[in-house]
């Protein structure tokens, strides 16, 4: 083991050299710092309090490449605790190399240097070897935020710090000033198993304690500043995937509040120096927070939560439930007499089934032709209406890619649909929303069945926290439609069933838009079977009241579309939607994950009551090809695998191929029976139970 080094005198000055680093002349050098620093170094940070910079020290006949970090001069009192307990530029060196001892990334300490007069500390440095292209962990996250808002860098950024942080703390070292920028990165494409090394700086106040408990993990992790669903997931990295031991969650949240409370009183302790740090940040770029941070993740092709249910609420507007209280009041009672006419309606009108099934598919480039040639082995010779997404997060580039594609399906004779997803740069940045738009419109408005506009209104992951910001996003359609007044809109395009927002949002639908129909992405909700209730809603009830909502704001068509459903498959990780962007190894709970047999039954049911019933004009399914909700697993690049449910829908399609939905038949309770005519063959009826997939005979 390294022995504890010693102070050493030079005159009036007194060094600690790390192993290796007493060499003739080098005291001499660190005591002339106060002079190379002034003619030769280059700030690393905004001078403050204390300053740091990078400084190349001669050293035996050569040239030190450092850092050297200079303390600003402290009160009498402060210098008296310094005399006792070691002053920062000990406590740094000290702790950097137990740190480094313990293998825990920090830069390499080379030396303290210090000059006392009587028992005031008039200079104190510490010296440590430069490292290369550091960023830091505040720094990377504002840039993953405004300029790469991805979640795999974003969960493997995490991952690598969490790792480390739990390496600091296994050592026996609580940092107890472990901010964002505090925590350097360096990026190591070869480190496994993240392409990060962690090093961690401003060691002065760290403290060694052997074998931390919770609380002391918890309360020393307080100052990471990340959004609240964020910092929950790297607790639960941190905990190698389980959930934080007690005590640990109830002292991170108390040293956070104190730390909160200490940052807001900062300009009252200090104003003038916040003052200056203020003027010196003004026209820096502003790190996104709040609202504003949006990730989207690929493998489960969603937007992820920032933040937990309860943060979440704090920042929604009280506006969004005065819509929703204002359109009960305004259109409670016509949309409930609608929905129970529409109600006894079920099952009472013929449905022709050609062209009720839809399809989405994922417009990406290096998988486009597998997804043509499983399509063409889904549909036989009828073709699928398609729909395709535009992303706003994506370029232009992606966007005409995605065009060309939907023109060369229409040519082939299929319908196409396009829909336009937001994310929250689509609010902030407005002029590329309304060029992707209007891109849209302009090359797709001759062929597009309908547009599609905005995604998953009612959830605030997706962009829109204040439903008034949806009246935004259809600015620019509202001048597309002018140009191209042939072409038809659908939407607000909510999510699950949550009849108070979309209440909420027709209230705050602009009037001079003419939507053509209502469409919705109408999940069971985490109910299981789509015969099963929510509150008093099956999947036929809640299709009756969205189509009741329809008529009464007098859409075009009042028959909904649905946009997108399906079920989360179980064992597929974080390519689930229901398990990104991080899945924990403790058991789920109201999990609504199904098995692939599942998946199949439920899916041609959903089919089969949604549009037999009358009240839906159209369901795509989303999607073809997915490892975690697809017909079709695509885990396997070089092997794709069609699930049962690819098979499942591949028999409904040729069975009711030209078919017309005519009745519903007498069943016992438990058991569905649905009639079709076809012609110039035999009726054929669809059955099943509450435990079987549908069989036709």
């Given at each position: 083991m390294t022995p504890d080094p010693s102070w050493q005198s030079h005159g009036p000055w007194r060094f600690l050299f790390a192993p290796g680093w007493n060499r003739p002349g080098f005291g001499e050098t660190l005591s002339q710092l106060s002079f190379l620093i002034q003619k030769n170094a280059a700030p690393l940070v905004p001078p403050g309090r204390h300053r740091v910079d990078r400084l190349a020290l001669p050293c035996g006949g050569e040239s030190l490449d450092a850092v050297v970090k200079t303390y600003g001069l402290q009160p009498a009192w402060r210098d008296r605790l310094a005399a006792e307990r070691g002053s920062?530029?000990?406590?740094?060196?000290?702790?950097?190399?137990?740190?480094?001892?313990?293998?825990?990334?920090?830069?390499?300490?080379?030396?303290?240097?210090?000059?006392?007069?009587?028992?005031?500390?008039?200079?104190?440095?510490?010296?440590?070897?430069?490292?290369?292209?550091?960023?830091?962990?505040?720094?990377?996250?504002?840039?993953?935020?405004?300029?790469?808002?991805?979640?795999?860098?974003?969960?493997?950024?995490?991952?690598?710090?969490?790792?480390?942080?739990?390496?600091?703390?296994?050592?026996?070292?609580?940092?107890?000033?472990?901010?964002?920028?505090?925590?350097?990165?360096?990026?190591?494409?070869?480190?496994?198993?993240?392409?990060?090394?962690?090093?961690?700086?401003?060691?002065?106040?760290?403290?060694?304690?052997?074998?931390?408990?919770?609380?002391?993990?918890?309360?020393?992790?307080?100052?990471?500043?990340?959004?609240?669903?964020?910092?929950?997931?790297?607790?639960?990295?941190?905990?190698?995937?389980?959930?934080?031991?007690?005590?640990?969650?109830?002292?991170?949240?108390?040293?956070?509040?104190?730390?909160?409370?200490?940052?807001?009183?900062?300009?009252?302790?200090?104003?003038?120096?916040?003052?200056?740090?203020?003027?010196?940040?003004?026209?820096?770029e502003r790190t996104l927070r709040g609202r504003d941070i949006w990730i989207w993740d690929d493998r489960s092709a969603q937007a992820i939560p920032a933040y937990t249910a309860r943060?979440?609420?704090?920042?929604?507007?009280?506006?969004?439930?005065?819509?929703?209280?204002?359109?009960?009041?305004?259109?409670?009672?016509?949309?409930?007499?609608?929905?129970?006419?529409?109600?006894?309606?079920?099952?009472?009108?013929?449905?022709?089934?050609?062209?009720?099934?839809?399809?989405?598919?994922?417009?990406?480039?290096?998988?486009?032709?597998?997804?043509?040639?499983?399509?063409?082995?889904?549909?036989?010779?009828?073709?699928?209406?398609?729909?395709?997404?535009?992303?706003?997060?994506?370029?232009?580039?992606?966007?005409?890619?995605?065009?060309?594609?939907?023109?060369?399906?229409?040519r082939k004779g299929h319908s196409v649909a396009l829909a336009l997803v937001q994310d929250r740069r689509a609010l902030r940045e407005p002029k590329g929303w309304r060029q992707m738009v209007t891109l849209a419109f302009d090359r797709a408005h001759t062929f597009a069945d309908f547009f599609e506009i905005g995604h998953a209104i009612n959830r605030s992951k997706w962009g829109v926290w204040d439903f008034r910001e949806y009246a935004r996003l259809l600015d620019p359609v509202r001048s597309s439609l002018i140009q191209y007044p042939e072409a038809k809109i659908t939407g607000p395009a909510c999510i699950d069933f949550e009849p108070h927002a979309l209440g909420a949002l027709l209230e705050l639908l602009p009037r001079d838009l003419p939507f053509h129909a209502l469409s919705h992405h109408l999940y069971v909700d985490r109910r299981g079977a789509p015969e099963n209730f929510q509150g008093p809603f099956d999947t036929v009830g809640k299709c009756a009241l969205l189509r009741a909502c329809a008529r009464t704001h007098g859409f075009a068509d009042d028959r909904i579309l649905v946009s997108e459903v399906n079920w989360p498959l179980l064992g597929t990780g974080v390519w689930s939607p229901v398990n990104s962007p991080y899945e924990t190894l403790d058991p789920r709970t109201n999990d609504p994950s199904v098995d692939e047999d599942t998946y199949a039954a439920f899916m041609a049911r959903y089919l089969l009551l949604a549009l037999a019933s009358g009240h839906a004009s159209r369901v795509y399914w989303w999607r073809l090809a997915a490892r975690g909700f697809g017909l079709v697993d695509d885990s396997d690049p070089a092997a794709w695998r069609p699930r049962p449910a690819f098979a499942a829908l591949q028999t409904l399609l040729q069975k009711l191929a030209g078919a017309t939905f005519s009745k519903k038949l007498e069943t016992p309770p438990g058991e569905f029976a649905l009639e079709f005519s076809r012609p110039a063959a035999p009726p054929l009826t669809a059955r099943w139970t509450l435990e079987t997939p549908p069989a036709y005979s």
């Open positions: 920062k530029a000990e406590r740094a060196f000290r702790n950097a190399l137990a740190l480094r001892a313990a293998g825990v990334g920090t830069p390499a300490p080379i030396a303290a240097a210090e000059r006392w007069e009587g028992p005031r500390l008039l200079e104190s440095r510490f010296v440590a070897a430069f490292v290369p292209d550091l960023t830091n962990f505040r720094d990377e996250l504002a840039r993953l935020y405004s300029r790469a808002p991805r979640c795999a860098p974003l969960m493997d950024l995490l991952l690598c710090v969490a790792g480390a942080a739990r390496s600091l703390h296994d050592a026996g070292v609580l940092h107890r000033d472990l901010g964002n920028q505090n925590i350097a990165l360096q990026r190591d494409p070869g480190h496994f198993p993240t392409p990060w090394k962690i090093l961690f700086l401003d060691l002065n106040r760290a403290r060694l304690v052997e074998n931390p408990s919770p609380a002391e993990r918890g309360a020393d992790l307080a100052r990471l500043d990340l959004p609240s669903d964020f910092r929950r997931v790297f607790h639960a990295m941190y905990f190698h995937g389980h959930s934080p031991p007690p005590g640990f969650t109830e002292a991170e949240q108390k040293a956070r509040a104190a730390f909160d409370r200490h940052t807001a009183l900062r300009p009252f302790r200090h104003p003038f120096r916040e003052a200056r740090i203020r003027r010196a940040e003004a026209g820096a943060d979440r609420r704090k920042l929604l507007p009280a506006s969004n439930v005065v819509a929703s209280l204002r359109h009960a009041a305004k259109k409670g009672l016509s949309i409930r007499r609608a929905y129970r006419h529409f109600l006894r309606q079920s099952f009472q009108t013929p449905v022709p089934f050609d062209g009720a099934i839809g399809m989405t598919l994922d417009a990406e480039p290096s998988t486009w032709s597998l997804q043509l040639d499983f399509l063409a082995r889904l549909q036989g010779a009828k073709k699928l209406p398609l729909l395709l997404r535009l992303y706003h997060h994506q370029n232009p580039d992606a966007w005409h890619w995605t065009l060309d594609q939907a023109l060369h399906l229409h």
